[in-house]
């Protein structure tokens, strides 16, 4: 049995006290996803911070997800939800977002105007570590202006930038202060939300072995060989072996195995994938 995962750092408390104070500054909440994993990458408990603000739901690093992400947007559409499938490394997706945003605020802005006053909208970006909120803010902002990287909690303060004809409140990444499900939590491991250093590697990458290998067993035979799964411990070793992972006495190096695997989970070596089905999730998204 894995380990229970339990992550929640004390700047968190704090960043999310933040956030409920500037919340009556904000006209809506840009609320980041992983497209991956939108079901790990949802924080109900940030309901209470968004409180009634309009909501766009931005479905992140979909160039690294298959077709499963677009059921999680069908399924917020479905709801009401505004979503947009979002790369954001990519121009396009700056469209798209701005599009969206645009239409969010357009019955406001046309009253603002017919006042003789002309508003620039807030929002207030939010989401679980390591989602690329930062990303999506330089994108939006055309300049890198919001610090960025691939271990998660990067981002620590609240802080205001100018995006086109919108102002955007970059925040940090705040988890739930306890997991409901351990199955969505590993998803947050698997994709580099958790802070790597509290994590046992070996038992993260053992379980992502097995739920690839449920999910997509010929992704696991065309990068490492592996073509039996009934064995997550033999499929383990088959990585490995593959890899040229071995000490000294032919024993193998697990430790190596693991952030191999991780590694090339999380830059889409192993290819594009989404670990829920929108199914399962139905009545999640707020």
């Known amino acids: 049995m894995s380990k229970t995962i339990q992550w929640f750092p004390g700047h968190m408390t704090r960043a999310m006290r933040d956030m409920e104070e500037k919340r009556e500054l904000c006209d809506g909440v840009i609320c980041v996803l992983d497209a991956r994993a939108p079901a790990a990458t949802f924080n109900k408990n940030l309901k209470k911070i968004f409180g009634g603000k309009p909501i766009l739901y931005l479905l992140n690093k979909a160039d690294l997800a298959d077709g499963g992400a677009e059921g999680f947007r069908k399924l917020l559409a479905e709801k009401g939800r505004n979503c947009v499938l979002c790369n954001a490394a990519d121009n396009g997706s700056k469209r798209s977002v701005f599009r969206e945003l645009s239409l969010m605020t357009e019955e406001k802005r046309e009253r603002a105007q017919d006042k ?97 290998a449920e999910k997509y067993p010929e992704r696991l035979t065309e990068r490492y060989g592996i073509a039996e799964f009934s064995d997550k411990a033999e499929m383990y070793e088959t990585l490995c072996r593959r890899r040229g992972f071995v000490l000294k006495g032919g024993e193998l190096d697990y430790e190596r195995g693991a952030k191999a695997l991780l590694d090339d989970f999380r830059k889409g070596r192993i290819g594009r994938v989404c670990l829920e089905s929108a199914a399962d999730y139905s009545d999640l998204f707020f």
């Open 116 to 212: 003789g006053v002309n508003r620039t909208f807030r929002f207030m970006v939010a989401g679980i570590p390591n989602t690329g909120k930062s990303t999506v803010v330089n994108l939006l902002s055309g300049q890198k202006r919001a610090k960025t990287g691939d271990k998660a909690g990067v981002t620590r303060d609240v802080r205001w930038l100018r995006c086109g004809a919108f102002d955007l409140l970059d925040t940090p990444g705040t988890m739930p202060p306890a997991f409901d499900s351990q199955l969505l939590a590993r998803h947050l491991a698997y994709i580099g939300s958790i802070n790597d250093d509290i994590l046992d590697m070996e038992d993260i990458a053992f379980e992502l072995l097995g739920e690839l």
